[in-house]
């Protein structure tokens, strides 16, 4: 069985800096995209940051410029770099992960890491 792990979550004042982690274990075969979500408080889910298996990337226009995602396949982790953090970042942050683990590629979530931006 699959299981995505997160980490690195936490309370910062804004302008400040988090990097959040997402390591991946099982019976991992392979591992194609890889993503960061956050749902605040009475929003819908959203995607926030998005690598491809070939590491092409592409970021929600509110992050840009702000938030760098990169993955270590040898690891089977996705990191997402915030920097210059607004309060509007506050959210729980989700990564998915598509994997095929010998037998079918299925979509793997995390189970969120809290990120508070406030002074």
């Known amino acids: 069985q699959v299981q995505l792990v997160e980490s690195g979550g936490g309370r910062v004042q804004p302008g400040g800096s988090l990097r959040l982690s997402c390591a991946a274990s099982?019976?991992?075969?392979?591992?194609?995209?890889m993503r960061w979500y956050r749902q605040a408080p009475g929003k819908e889910r959203e995607l926030v940051a998005a690598?491809?298996?070939?590491?092409?990337?592409d970021y929600a226009d509110s992050v840009k410029g702000r938030f760098t995602i990169s993955r270590d396949n040898a690891k089977n982790t996705v990191y997402l770099q915030m920097n210059s953090l607004k309060p509007e970042d506050t959210a729980v942050y989700y990564c998915?992960?598509?994997?095929?683990?010998?037998?079918?590629?299925?979509?793997?979530w995390g189970q969120g890491t809290q990120v508070t931006v406030s002074s």
């Open positions: 998915y992960a598509h994997i095929y683990d010998y037998t079918t590629w299925a979509a793997c």
């Open positions: 690598i491809t298996g070939g590491s092409s990337t």
């Open positions: 099982g019976n991992i075969a392979g591992i194609n995209a």
